[in-house]
């Protein structure tokens, strides 16, 4: 990984770089944050010539250090006006790295409706027309791109709903069975992609784990170490591999924090329904499968294969998308969740956004609350671009203005996931204070609130949750700049030989040696950086706040409100 | 005007109270700003119950004094998230001032769709059910009540727009021939009335010019002189009362300022198709008025009565709408315009941002330009909350994000009027940094930028327009707490005389013994109230420039853009 790919969607210019010195020990989160903070003008019009999108492995892609996968993708995001940092599996983050690209940077604008993709393969790069790719659903794009350049590419894509710029479209990735459902769908960065006319990149790599590695037996051990830490965890080497993350419905439901009918209750008498358990069940039934790697070398294997009753294959449901659709929306069937899911994938959206906007527009009175055919056909429209489509491809809270609504669950602009913070307040901390706007995965404080993951901070009090969140932020910041999945953090931060290992991992690969110390200093470097951007695009404490409804609605069944206020100005105090 | 009618939405209270001390010398925009940063929490949600309404008279209002029935309406706006006063003409500032009200502050928020009215009189103050007003257009709304409680009431009103609080909504006057058409149109504060349950505000008051004066024989002297000084005046003489203010059209055209096609060019060839002396010409034939005054007491009568073929009157067209819907959307078809200014009138939209919102769905390709008749259909969906009438109900900003335009003419989230700020850049420095969004009231460069009233400063050129912005908007702010309608300032700013005599008035009135140093320590208070509670709302010197395309495109015909960044943060540095 040294060298950088810069495309100029303007003049179609490709070009190769060296990587500059000082980005030399970056990667993912922190390399897509830094080129950000240097590159992009903070005030500038997200879908403008002056946004740019990278795509960035982190440090330990392409390696076979376990699950270390990710791909992250930043920018400046046209749903929060905020940087913009998400990352997503499957397997193009390994292929990337493996053709020694430590980031792909995706610079200009070209006249509208010229759609490109990018190849990029052992030979170099170019720029080729999109061609009949142009309209087409996720599923497509993939599949018409794996048979014309093999059934082994990586793809990086985006729907319809890029393509029209709407600001909750996402960048999707497939996994190795050609499932075009794995999304950096938080925060709109499809629309970039799409101001960009980039319709996808197809990455043709015949390696998968050969990246470079300094000491390669000190490698091999510690990834084998981190491997067994990762096994020997309830939550990474069990929990997750049996029911994926949906195993979280009814602990979360129980837990009294799941957000049910627009936030308004915290638990749904319908959650089994769409919980984990029950997805394993009619999953296996249907000849699909309860479990699922998204990448080649992951050891939870989270994931899982719905088929569906119309022959179509949702692969995965994740606790946030089943949330999202199911509770959130009063809806008990998971066939529905499971078709919405289907169509967040094909059409290019973010499921949690595509929820959180659906339960908005109910709360409207626009759909009924409980009736997933009305929200499948509402969604439906967004293919299409109806006006009905345009105001759910903008997300929860253009559409909510849109209404009136002032029950609008969000944080700069981006809806909140399945976890109520009046209940769960560590995450309500994080949802208000992340440069990010409202999202678990900044600072998941489910871990010490509700699953006693890493101590335990008790999830209705304010006591402890701003130096929950903190410290979390700061963890997943470094987490986010390896390529790790953020879940590896489950056994991280219950066994003290977790960030070490992570960190022997790093040393070995790059020669260095670095101190874990290292890693909360990476941690907080990248959040200052992230803060740095959003302050010079205008945002204040003002903005680090939970909308009002939190702080006068109290929350069946613990009836607790959310009161943290000026404290959470302390989240960023370091 | 000793007294504030306070009334709770809640628990529909209505309180009488006595006007604080430190609140005496306030009228008019000194009085709702400073009631907003006392009373409204600045990060609250504009809908909800946190945010407050207020009406307030001007501090000449309801005297013989020349042109001064400004009734100014105050809160948060739901559509630039900025405190907010918009003002209006009609019959309703004279007649809650000779009530002897200072102002109205309404508060609180009941269920939804539980709809009053606030009926005002000489006896008192009561909250009564909307009943069947409830849903009605202004035109009827207004005919209703002036059939139920006499035709000499003044009616304060919000159309279907507010009541679906949608982000544009205006607030409504009405004149005294009972033509619901007169706007505190700007910033969506209709949303708020509708937020409050507020259908309208009747006020039955046997007087117009009654309001006590401490010293009649003086005032009554400088009310006429103040009225010579208008009359004596080119613009507010002549100008004004012979075609109104679409006198303005060609005047603009001609300057190579009239944002035309989206602003995408100073210059439309149907210019003197929509201008004022076309309107003139059409409405006198048809049996309508070129001139006309909006309330009793007004030497300019700016204002016009055209009938249209379909049988409807439009009274009036003012330039700004004339522009909206004509020029900027490349329509040249003076019915058309004047169909889309009564649906605007009727259904509670500010022309100026529904004008831009057609603009900017026209740009997305949703409406083709130079369509009038589309652009009718188009508008009249908002009556019906369609999702259509529901982005073009939100304004320019939603509904340009909602289909990815960069080209969206606003500041923030407020749309620009009738002149292009590269080539009247006076205008432009006060669109990027009134406190109330893009606003041309707030700081009419166009005096001298075009018009040569109170020197000359180049349009096309920097030089001197931080400091002409920054005194016309300290003189505007001054003159809308005094309740005078701002075109006052034409001649004001020509006449040494002018400021002299304002002042004269307001002594004799009051008792007090101001100097025009005075006026200007008003202004800037007033100014820095509103900074103030924006600051608190998360506002910074980000927001306060112009959208990017202003800074890349140039305007023909004088082929410039607009360069202004930084020097735009000395306009607030007093």
Redesign the interface.
């Known amino acids: 990984m040294d060298k950088i790919l810069r495309v100029n969607m303007t003049t179609k210019e490709v070009k190769v770089e060296p990587v500059p010195e000082n980005y030399a020990a970056l990667g993912g989160r922190a390399l897509t944050s830094q080129f950000v903070l240097d590159e992009v003008v ?4 997200p ?2 010539p ?1 946004n740019k999108l990278i795509y960035a492995p982190g440090l330990l892609s392409g390696t076979s250090a376990p699950s270390s996968g990710r791909l992250s993708v930043g920018g400046k995001s ?1 749903l929060t006006g905020t940087i913009k940092e998400s990352n997503a599996g499957g397997i193009t983050s390994q292929k990337i790295a493996n053709l020694g690209y430590k980031a792909i940077i995706v610079e200009g604008k070209p006249a509208a409706g010229d759609f490109s993709i990018l190849k990029i393969t052992t030979e170099g790069a170019e720029l080729l027309p999109a061609g009949d790719l142009a309209g087409k659903g996720g599923y497509d794009t993939v599949a018409m791109l794996r048979e014309k350049y093999g059934q082994k590419v990586g793809v990086i894509f985006i729907g319809p709903a890029g393509e ?4 909750n479209a996402g960048v999707g990735t497939n996994d190795g069975d050609g499932n075009a459902s794995r999304y950096a769908g938080r925060g709109g960065l499809g ?1 970039v992609m ?2 960009k006319g980039l319709k996808a990149i197809v990455i043709d790599s015949p390696s998968t784990f050969d990246v470079p590695v300094k000491d390669p037996e000190k490698f091999k051990d510690a990834a084998k170490k981190f491997a067994k830490i990762l096994l020997d965890h309830p939550v990474c080497g069990q929990g997750l591999p049996a029911y994926g993350t949906n195993v979280l419905m009814n602990i979360i439901n129980e837990a009294g924090t799941l957000p049910t009918r627009n936030f308004k209750f915290g638990r749904f008498d319908k959650a089994s329904e769409v919980s984990g358990e029950k997805l394993a069940e009619v999953a296996t039934a249907r000849g699909g499968k309860a479990t699922h790697a998204c990448h080649p070398g992951c050891v939870m294997r989270c994931s899982n294969v719905y088929p569906m009753p119309n022959g179509k294959v949702c692969a995965p449901i994740e606790y946030e998308s089943a949330w999202a659709f199911g509770p959130n929306l009063e809806v008990g069937d998971l066939d529905d969740v499971a078709m919405m899911n289907w169509l967040c994938n094909d059409i290019g959206l973010d499921t949690i956004e595509a929820g959180a906007t659906l339960g908005v527009l109910m709360e409207a009175g626009v759909i009924p609350f409980g009736d997933g055919k009305a929200a499948i056909k509402a969604l439906e429209e967004v293919r299409t671009g ?3 489509g ?2 759910i ?2 997300g929860a809270t ?1 559409a909510g ?4 609504v ?1 029950r609008i669950p969000a944080v700069k602009g981006q809806a909140m996931p399945a976890y109520d913070p009046r209940s769960c307040r560590g995450n309500g901390v994080t949802y208000a204070t992340t440069p990010m706007g409202a999202d678990h995965t900044a600072g998941y404080a489910v871990t010490a609130n509700i699953l006693k993951v890493g101590g335990y901070v008790d999830a209705t009090k304010d006591e402890g949750q701003v130096d929950l969140s903190r410290n979390l932020q700061i963890a997943t910041a470094a987490v986010d700049a390896t390529g790790l999945c953020l879940f590896v953090a489950f056994a991280v931060l219950d066994n003290p030989e977790g960030l070490p290992t992570v960190v022997e991992m790093i040393n070995a690969m790059y020669g260095t040696s670095l101190t874990t110390d290292d890693v909360v200093v990476l941690g907080k470097s990248i959040l200052k950086n992230e803060r740095e951007f959003n302050e ?8 680090d ?1 939970l ?3 939190f702080y006068n609605e109290e929350l069946p069944p613990h009836n607790t409100m959310f009161t943290l206020t000026t404290e959470l100005d302390e989240v960023f105090n370091f």
């Not at 903070?42 to 019009?45: I, N």
């Not at 010079?536 to 903005?543: P, R, Y």
């Open positions: 903070p005030t500038c019009d879908l403008g002056l046209p029209m710029l709407m600001a629309a799409g101001s109806t006006p009905l345009r105001i491809g903008a253009f203005k849109l209404y009136g002032t010079k695009a205008g945002f204040t404490k003002a903005d706040r909308p009002e409804f």
